[in-house]
Each structure stands twice: as structure tokens, then as C-alpha cells.
């Protein structure tokens, strides 16, 4: 491999790297330069693309000792979420160039990607399950290899994280759990006894010892008698001198904490964890962000995941010139509680992606941050709707999808009301297949008393949010992702379960319905191609206006268009309420299809899908 001289020293450059092989020729000295050099490219590429940056920025050190110590062709690495990945892909050939763009690099780790990536992820709390399912599927086909994973301590305080927790501390079946712990304290006494105990029960020779007596006095039930009676007395005197962790109490061993920036110190703890011969948990404490000080400062979450920014004065590049919908829907909300002081708001740690940090400032007691906890954020919306208040959800669509069951069991079921502000509704944009925003229309119609709506205005969006305080059920409000889209063609008075007409035809033979911000986009390029069709705003989507429905049987033809959800939303909907009525005209449907849709642009994907409303034009 050719190399550049950086302060005299020898370390490749970013673009030479195409595995990881060569760290272990590079003394600490070099490791510390290359940690700098990734975290440089790693801000240039995220300013220019966007992406997940302080989490990744914090995750440099730890990622380099793991590709010292382990060997990632045969072992196994597996990041929760994922989203704290760029070291590790940079290190195993692949450039952040177009990181997160169409047919570029994945912001996640991705089996189609890189030997290097053992299992796809994108959503939070997944990697101790995961890491579990590759342990047993090991011991079974009697293979050798190390099971790494890696989570942060957000994403360990999450139900999954704590299954799998639970699940792999009585199993045989060793995992190795890498702890990123930026921000709250979990930790061991630090006393020259609790030290001491340590370095013995993490040794190599004692662990071989431990090994070769269990085995000897485990051949019949005398002798493991004796063994299951020196058991006790030494987690007695353990537990007596050395005052176990949270980790310990479930059986694992835990080291740490450990300095995350301190190469050497990783390495030391990774290889004892070698040594061990049961589940591990190691704590290393990381700084979220480091190296660059706007994320280094960040309290709020602002620089976990960005847009296009500028890296000087961490100004973004991507800005709207009205507003977003996430803020339009956090004003709306922000109003509504200052008028009615029963209505709480939930938010499962999306409060800086959904614009929510005002009302958290506001209303502190009424503002609730659950964390990664989809489900408890519903099941909880529905033990206080049941105590007379109203509670407001803000989540996005694709992690909602863990909360169906919640949803179906706890708030439709009984018929308690809640208001669902689905944000990020439709194509998933540069975040790719693990974030589609696409299903939860098809997945909440086939819910008894679901309310399912997409508004193409603020005002419209104000409207139903008022119209959801006083529903008793799960009433839905989708919004997308970005900029809300200039208001065009005629409006209509908001009223339950009705649509209205965007633009009325003067002949019977075509009429369009569709739904949510590019229906203003829609309406334009008709009026401008002078095509004679009517076009409806289905602002509900479940359930459907039948009066309109029945109106439609009047048109030679019916086209559904909705590019925010499948066919199983509004078009599966509309469809066969029309075949009920005996329609006997044509029915289309334009849709997002269902599939998981690659990464890009969102104008991009709809563009690639033939969703743009200039492309409904044309069939008209």
C-alpha cells in the first residue's frame, strides 16, 4: 500500500484503505492521526451529504481498536441502528464520497455493501437479538468466531435491547456487548480491591483453570454438588467486596468504563473479552461529536443527524422558504396545548427531528420524552386517554411500525383517543430501505376505528387536529418529510370524513383522487395542460367519503393517485368501496410501490417511480 507522510509518520491516506489489515502495522502515535484524518473526512463528507455525524464522530477510537483486536471476515460486527458506522466502512474500503445518495454508499451497514457487514439495520435496539440469533447459529454448526455488538446507551435502554439482554445472559451462547456510553453513567466501583479482582477473573490462565475444574467436576452429581457450592461461595465474596452492576446481577462479566478515545485501553479491555468465556459487557465512556465543537456543545440533539451544512460555521445548506411540515405540526400543537391543558405530548426521542423542543420548554410536565420506546409511548397514550386526558403522539412513520400491536390492543381497541402525527410519511429519501414512511396507511386501515388523514395545507392540518381532540379512537395525521408545498386550486371546509373538490370538470369523463401536499402540485399542471378533469382531495383516507364515492360512479374514469403510502392505503381503500357500489367504469391506481424503496433523493424516488404529478398529467 502506498502512504503519505503526515508529521513525519506513516499512515495511508483516506482513499488507499481498502481493508483494515494495515492497523495492525501502525504504533499509537499513527493510530492517533488516522483517528483525526477519519474524523476530518467523515465532517467534510456528512457537511456536503448529511447523515448521522456526532454519533459517528464519537465512535472513531472504538471502531479502530475493534478492527485491531477482532477480525471482521470472520468475525462478527453488528452496529445498533448502524447510524454510528462510518469509521467502520471507511476502514474496510468504502468511500463516504456519496454517502447516502442514489447507488452510493448506505448511511447503515448493509450486507449487499461489504463482507464486512453481517446484517442490515437501521432502526434502534436491534443488535443484542442479532448478535444472539449469529451466537447460537455458531455454537450449533461448532464454529469458532467472536460475536461483537455495538450499542449506545440510548438504544440499551430500549424493551428490544432489554429482551435481548435478558435472553443472552442465561444462554451458553458467548456475545460480546461493546457499551457507547456518551452520556449517562453506568458504571463499577473503581476501589484498588474491585481492580484487583478484575484483573484475576478476566486473566486468560484463570479463566483456563475455571474451565478445566468445571469440566472435571461436572461428570456426576457429587462432585457437581462441590462445584455448585464453591459457586456460591465465591459470588458471596464477590458480592460482598466487589458491589455487583446491573450487568453483573443478570451474569455477565463487565469491564469498564473504559476511556472510548484511548485506543490501547479499548484494546487491552477487547482482548480480555476475548478470554472470557461467557457473555461480556464492556463500558467504554465516549464523547459525543468530538473534534468538532458545534457537535462537541450540542445539548440537543442537533448534529445527531443533519442535513448539508456549512462546516465553518455549522450553518445548513438545506433550508425552506416557508416552513417545514414537522414545525407547521409542532405549532399546531404548541397552540392546541396552550389552550387545553388535558392534551400531553409524547414524542419516542424524535423531539429535535419532529421540532418539538419549544413545547418541551413550554411544558415540561406535559411534554413527554419516552426514548427509543415506541411501544411504551402508545400504550402509555392510552392509560392516560383513559384517565381523561388527550394525548398527542409525534412519531415518525417507519418507527410507528413498531407499535401496531400497542396501537390495535391498547387505544383502538377500547376506543380511546389519541391524536398520531406521523411524520417523515412516504419515500424514505436519502435514509433508504430501513425508513420507509410508505406502509402505515395500509397497516392502520385494516385496524377497526383508525381515522387516517394527509392534509395538502397548515390550515387543512390545523383543521383535522382539532377535528382529532374530540374522536374517540386513533385519529392519524400524515405529514411528510421537507417543505410544505405552496396552496393551489379551491379549498374546502374540513368536516369528518369528507373530501372536497380541488378542481371540478365540465365533463364526466375523468376523475382524479389524491391525497397530501402534491395534490397543490397536481392541480396546477392540470389547470396549466387544460385537461377537462376533476380532481378530489381525499383528506381522509380511512374512512373514505361515500357521498364522493358515490359520485364517482358518475366518471368514465377513476385515478388514484397517492405517492405517500402503497397500494394498501387510500387506492385500496377507494377501490373497493367503488366495486361495493357497482361501479362500471375504469379505476387506476398510481402508488408507491410495495417494496422497499433505495436510497435517493425524494425527488429522485418519485421521479424513478413515475409518481411525479407532471407524470398523472400525461395519463389524463
Sequence with gaps: ????????????????????EFLKDLNYKELDLLSKEIRDEILRCTAKNGGHLSSNLGAVESTIALHRVFDFKKDKLIFDVGHQCYTHKILTGRSLENLRKKDGTSGFQKVTESEYDPFDAGHSSTSISVADGFAI???LAKENYEVVAFIGDGSIASGL???????VSHSNHKVIIVLNDNDMSISRPVGGLGKSFAKISLGSGYNKVKRGLS??????????????FFRKIKNWIKFKLVPPTFFDSLGYTFIGPIDGHNIKAM??????AKNVDRSVIIDIVTTKGKGYKFAENDTSGSWHGVTPFNLETGESLKKCDTTTWSNALANITLKNMEKNEKLILISPATLKGSDLEEIFNRYPDRALDV??????????????SKN????????????????????????????????IVVDRSGVPGNDGETHQGTFDAGIFSATPNCVITMPSS?????????????????????????????FYGNSGEVSFAKWYKKIEGSSKKVAVVSTGSLINELAKEIDESGKDATLYNALFIAPIDLEAAKELLSYERVVIYDPYSTQYGLATNLTMELVKLGYKGKIETRTLPNAFIKQASIDEQIDELDLKPSDIVKIL
Design 1 to 20: 500500500m502506498s502512504s503519505r507522510k503526515v508529521n513525519k509518520v506513516n499512515i495511508p491516506t483516506i482513499q488507499e484503505i481498502k481493508s483494515p
Design 137 to 139: 447459529a455458531r455454537d
Design 161 to 167: 435491547a432489554f429482551e435481548g439482554l435478558n435472553n
Design 215 to 228: 469440566k472435571l467436576l461436572s461428570k456426576n452429581k457429587v462432585t457437581r454438588a462441590i462445584l455448585n
Design 267 to 272: 484494546e487491552k479491555a477487547f482482548k480480555k
Design 371 to 384: 426514548g427509543i420506546a415506541e411501544e411504551h409511548a402508545m400504550t402509555l397514550a392510552g392509560g392516560l
Design 388 to 419: 381523561g386526558y388527550h394525548p398527542v403522539v409525534d412519531i415518525y412513520s417507519t418507527f410507528m411500525q413498531r407499535a401496531y400491536d400497542e396501537i390495535s390492543h391498547d387505544i383502538a381497541r377500547m376506543n380511546v383517543g389519541a391524536t
Design 458 to 486: 397548515v390550515e387543512e392540518a390545523d383543521q383535522l387536529f382539532s377535528l382529532s381532540l374530540s374522536y374517540n379512537g386513533p385519529f392519524f395525521i400524515r405529514i411528510p418529510r421537507g417543505c410544505v408545498k405552496p
